[in-house]
């Protein structure tokens, strides 16, 4: 029996291909490793009408079967507890217990402290309508300019490089977060670097690493997925 079809808004820059959002990817990683292909719409932060009719301000929406599912987490629970034949995206409720402790920590530590050394820069590949909200928006939330929330990033990025200091000492005995093969844990963490590597040229990582080792094994991953869009590097 054919699955009904999955469709996933995505966010989009002023080139549709260049798809950013660090939750969409999160959402896009867990399709794949489910095997699951959805269509992709890419939205636009000015384009609230769109999902407006979904209950949604904000994307990832994914639609499947006439029910529209927000928020990255709620949809790779959506997807297991949907499609249990497939490769499990947790490893049972244990692991998703402690993947859920990853998104708060990858939220919480990795994309506030990426957003802080890249956020001036993402103005540069949004579509021409979206700068006026994105400034407004993100100056409004950190009480300054977007250019001076970085300004100090070359010294900066030395204490965001040491808060990643567990998921290093993770990365240095093995090859991903759950061990020998990725689960959903390390889509949560890696988002917010794809995301950074879309918008900004900006190093993150020292080329020596093990997390940017990680990185580029999560690039590889889902037949170089991740490569595909538009980025820097």
């Known amino acids: 029996m054919t699955q009904p079809a999955l469709c996933l808004y995505e966010l989009a820059g002023a080139d549709p291909a260049r798809l950013f959002s660090p939750y969409c990817w999160r959402a896009r990683y867990a399709l794949a490793a489910k095997g699951l292909e959805a269509e992709t719409v890419p939205w636009r932060f000015v384009q609230k009408d769109a999902i407006a009719p979904h209950g949604a301000e904000k994307v990832p929406v994914l639609l499947h079967a006439g029910r529209?599912?927000?928020?990255?987490?709620?949809?790779?629970?959506?997807?297991?507890?949907?499609?249990?034949?497939?490769?499990?995206?947790?490893?049972?409720?244990?692991?998703?217990?402690?993947?859920?402790?990853?998104?708060?920590?990858?939220?919480?530590?990795?994309?506030?402290?990426?957003?802080?050394?890249?956020?001036?820069?993402?103005?540069?590949?949004?579509?021409?309508?979206?700068?006026?909200?994105?400034?407004?928006?993100?100056?409004?939330?950190?009480?300054?300019?977007?250019?001076?929330?970085?300004?100090?990033?070359?010294?900066?990025?030395?204490?965001?490089?040491?808060?990643?200091?567990?998921?290093?000492?993770?990365?240095?005995?093995?090859p991903f977060l759950c061990g020998e093969r990725p689960m959903h844990a390390d889509a949560i963490a890696f988002g917010p670097f794809q995301w950074a590597r879309c918008t900004s040229p900006f190093r993150l990582l020292a080329p020596d690493d093990p997390i940017e080792a990680w990185r580029q094994r999560m690039l590889d991953l889902h037949g170089g997925m991740a490569r595909a869009v538009p980025a820097f590097d």
């Open 68 to 174: 529209a599912v927000r928020e990255s987490w709620d949809i790779a629970v959506y997807l297991e507890e949907t499609f249990p034949d497939r490769p499990s995206l947790f490893g049972g409720a244990p692991g998703k217990d402690l993947a859920r402790f990853v998104n708060a920590w990858a939220d919480a530590v990795v994309l506030a402290g990426i957003a802080r050394l890249i956020v001036a820069d993402i103005v540069a590949v949004l579509d021409p309508g979206d700068v006026a909200y994105f400034r407004t928006s993100r100056e409004a939330r950190f009480g300054m300019t977007l250019e001076q929330v970085q300004a100090d990033r070359d010294v900066a990025v030395k204490g965001f490089r040491q808060a990643l200091h567990p998921l290093r000492m993770i990365l240095r005995d093995q």
